[in-house]
């Protein structure tokens, strides 16, 4: 079984960043694909960013627009999404997952996190 962690959310004005951070534990991840999604009350989960787990892919919502970018560290079995010029429209409960099929769909990742929450607010 893995467990995922997720770390580094809170509160940000607008214009501001945030690093994400995501930490596994209970397995090697390393053929694992990575993938960041949020949801916010009454609306389904939706896809952040991906990285697959070579590192050489990466995919982002559309909503980003070059704002946020993803990166994971196989030696120490994490992912980061550092998250800058951060909106009120991109608050929301963040979660991490991981799978061995890389996608937007939240059904092709196999573990998640508990999920964090990021507020970007005046």
């Known amino acids: 079984q893995v467990q995922l962690v997720e770390s580094g959310g809170g509160l940000v004005q607008p214009g501001g960043s945030l690093r994400l951070s995501c930490a596994a534990s209970?397995?090697?991840?390393?053929?694992?694909?990575w993938s960041w999604f949020r949801q916010t009350p009454g609306k389904e989960r939706e896809f952040v960013a991906s990285?697959?787990?070579?590192?050489?892919?990466?995919d982002f919502g559309a909503f980003v627009q070059g704002r946020f970018s993803i990166s994971r560290d196989n030696a120490k079995n994490t992912v980061h999404l550092q998250m800058d010029s951060l909106e009120p429209g991109d608050t929301a409960v963040y979660y991490c997952?991981?799978?061995?099929?890389?996608?937007?769909?939240?059904?092709?990742?196999?573990?998640w996190g508990q999920g964090i929450q990021v507020t970007v607010s005046s």
């Open positions: 997952a991981v799978g061995q099929l890389l996608g937007t769909s939240p059904h092709n990742y196999d573990f």
């Open positions: 990285i697959s787990w070579s590192s050489t892919l990466r």
């Open positions: 209970g397995r090697t991840l390393y053929n694992y694909h």
